[in-house]
């Protein structure tokens, strides 16, 4: 074995030991004391701002991008078979006008996350994104019309709830299931982004505590509720 695959796998397997998490929840951010070192900055076309603010009683995560294409990334390796459920919280002031999710001329969000799983070649590394739509139905998903290997799912849609906090769960095993086939790898990374660099316009977003969770610890959670 070359030294550089060495090197690489104890540093996956480190990630991994590093992201066991406690009970059955794995935080990646609360915001609660700043943004987390782990997070990394990937600059597409122009920078989205992203800063900490305090929403509603809480320090929260604010993006404003105008005309810009800018995310921030997460790598934490975990096994979504131990924690499937994805939870976070996020607000948008508005959808884009010009935002569809069916064109590349289109392919903007006021507000997304994304959850990108372990493939031994680039190539063929698949991700959920998870979109407040600006005309895909809630509920609905497509591939992204870049690439196959990005399927975009609409968990809100339009302007109707646009300017509150809505709190979101999803199941990533099942998604991956659903619309890839076959079991999924560990997850890689965890990435939010607020763009608007195809359509030029404006777009401000929030975004609140991002978890994983066991299935058991998300249904106590929902029994709360």
Known sequence: MQKKQLIAIIFFLTLIIAATGHGGEILIDDFAAGLRPGWQEKIFKGKTEYRLVQDSGQSVLMATSDKSASGLYYEIAYDPNKYPVLSW?????????????????????????????????????????????????????????????????AVQSGNDLAGEWRAERRNIREDYIRYFGGQPGPVDAIAIMTDTDNTQEQATAYYGPIRVLSVDQAQQETDRE
Not at 119 to 131: A, E, G, P, R
Not at 134 to 152: H, R
């Open 89 to 153: 919280s996020w607000k948008i002031d508005h959808v884009l006008n010009k935002g569809n999710a069916y064109q590349k001329s289109g392919d903007d969000y006021a507000a997304r996350i994304y959850v990108v799983f372990h493939s031994l070649f680039f190539w063929n590394t698949k991700t959920l994104n998870y979109i407040w739509a600006n005309k895909l139905p809630k509920g609905e998903a497509i591939p992204n019309p870049y690439t196959a290997n990005v399927v975009m799912i």
